[in-house]
C-alpha cells in the first residue's frame, strides 16, 4: 500500500512524497480525514526556529493534530471505520523503558508526555500529513462517530489543556486566572468551566476576543481591577516574546502563595521577575504537550453538547486540500490570522 504525503524540505517548500506503507507489529492504518496547523508548524514552514534545528529536522511530515479512520487493526483494538484521533506524544515500548520512564508515566501530575525519551509526531517522528498512516494502536483514541471531526481535530489542543489542569489539584473556590485571549486560553477555559466550580477570569489585549469568552468575567490586560480579584492559580497562554510582559502581570496580580502554570512557549529565553516570585511565594509549573489519558478526556468532554458548541465556534472555516497547492494556501492563510480560531484542513487527496 502507498501513502501520499506532503514534507517540508526547507522554509516555505514542501514537496510530494509517495511512500510504501509499511505496518510494524503494535500498529493500525489510518486514514486522515481532517486536519489543523499548530503555531509549531508555522515555525517551521517560515523558517522560524534556528538554523541548526531547522537542518536537523527537515524533510519531515508537519501537523500533530488530526481525525482520522481506521482501515486495517491487525491489534483488534478498533473496528474497520472508527474515527480516531491520533495521539502524537508516542512512548518508548515498555520493555525499553528503565525506572524512570515508569515513574513518570505513573506519576498523575506528570505522565509520559515528559519523558525525554518519547518521540512526538511533526517534531522528532512524521506528522500526519499524508492520506494513511502506519501509527502505533496506543497512540489512537476513539471519538463518537455522531461528533463532527472538524470539533473533533480539537482534541489535541484540548488534550494540551487537560495536562496543564492536571499538574496541580484545584480545590473548588480556587479564583482562576487566565492570561492569553488566543485558542490556547479560550480551550482551556472550555475545559475548567466543566470541571471548575469557582471563579475563572480571563485576562487579555482584544477585547473582541475576550467577547467570545462566555460565563467567565474578562478584563484587559492592565485593569486595576485584576489585582483585586484575588487570583490564587493562574494560567499563562500567552508565548513567544509577550509572555515576558504578561508573567510580569500574572506576578504581581496573584495572591501570596498562589500557583503559576506556564503553558506558552517562548522560542527564545525571556526575563522572569524572581524576586517576587520569592517574596510571595510563588510555585511555578512547567506544562509540555499531553498523552493518551489526557486524549481519552477531550473525548468524553467533546459527547457534550455546551461543550462541543463552545469548540465549534472556533472553526474558522473547512477547506478541502485536494492537491499541494491546497495545502500551501492553509499554510499561507494561517500564517497571516490572527482570529481567533483555525482554519481545518479536510483531506481529499
Not at 154 to 165: D, K
Not at 295 to 304: G, N, R
Not at 313 to 323: A, E, Q, R
Request: aromatic share 8%; net charge neutral.
Amino acid at each position: 500500500m502507498l501513502s501520499r504525503g506532503f514534507k517540508i524540505v526547507q522554509s516555505k517548500r514542501f514537496e510530494i512524497y509517495i511512500e510504501d506503507l509499511e505496518v510494524s507489529v503494535g500498529q493500525a492504518v489510518v486514514k486522515i480525514e481532517t486536519a489543523a496547523i499548530c503555531k509549531a508548524d508555522l515555525r517551521y514552514y517560515l523558517g522560524s526556529r534556528d538554523e541548526r534545528t531547522l537542518n536537523l529536522k527537515y524533510p519531515i511530515n508537519l501537523i500533530h493534530e488530526a481525525i482520522g479512520t481506521i482501515v486495517k487493526d491487525p491489534t483488534n483494538s478498533f473496528e474497520k471505520g472508527d474515527k480516531v484521533a491520533l495521539v502524537p506524544n508516542i512512548m518508548i515500548d515498555k520493555e525499553k523503558q528503565d525506572e524512570f520512564d515508569i515513574a513518570l508515566s505513573k506519576n498523575p501530575r506528570l505522565g509520559e508526555n515528559y519523558s525525554p525519551k518519547a518521540l512526538f509526531a511533526s517534531s522528532s517522528y512524521n506528522g500526519f500529513s499524508r492520506d494513511y498512516i502506519a501509527y502505533p494502536a496506543r497512540n489512537l483514541v476513539k471519538i463518537e462517530k455522531n461528533i463532527d471531526s472538524s470539533i473533533a481535530t480539537f482534541s489535541e489542543l484540548i488534550s494540551v489543556a487537560s495536562a496543564a489542569i492536571r499538574r496541580l489539584i484545584l480545590n473548588e473556590n480556587d479564583v482562576i486566572g487566565i492570561w492569553g485571549d488566543g485558542i490556547l486560553g479560550y480551550i482551556l477555559c472550555s475545559v475548567l468551566k466543566q470541571v471548575h466550580k469557582g471563579p475563572i477570569i480571563v485576562i487579555g489585549h482584544s477585547k473582541e476576543k475576550l467577547d467570545k469568552y462566555e460565563g467567565v468575567q474578562t478584563y484587559l490586560s492592565k485593569n486595576p481591577i485584576i489585582k483585586k480579584c484575588k487570583i490564587n492559580v493562574a494560567f499563562e497562554c500567552i508565548g513567544g516574546i509577550a509572555s515576558e510582559s504578561g508573567i510580569e502581570e500574572i506576578l504581581n496580580s496573584i495572591l501570596p502563595g498562589a500557583k503559576l502554570v506556564l503553558a506558552g512557549v517562548a522560542e527564545n529565553p525571556i526575563k522572569i521577575n524572581t524576586r517576587k516570585i520569592l517574596e510571595k511565594g510563588l510555585a511555578l509549573y512547567g506544562v509540555t504537550r499531553s498523552n493518551v489519558e489526557d486524549f481519552k478526556f477531550a473525548a468524553e468532554l467533546l459527547k457534550k453538547s455546551d461543550f462541543s458548541a463552545d469548540i465549534s465556534k472556533l472553526i474558522l472555516d473547512v477547506t478541502p486540500i485536494y492537491d499541494i497547492k491546497d495545502f500551501y494556501r492553509v499554510f499561507e492563510v494561517e500564517a497571516e490570522s490572527r482570529a481567533l480560531g483555525k482554519h481545518i484542513m479536510r483531506f481529499d487527496f
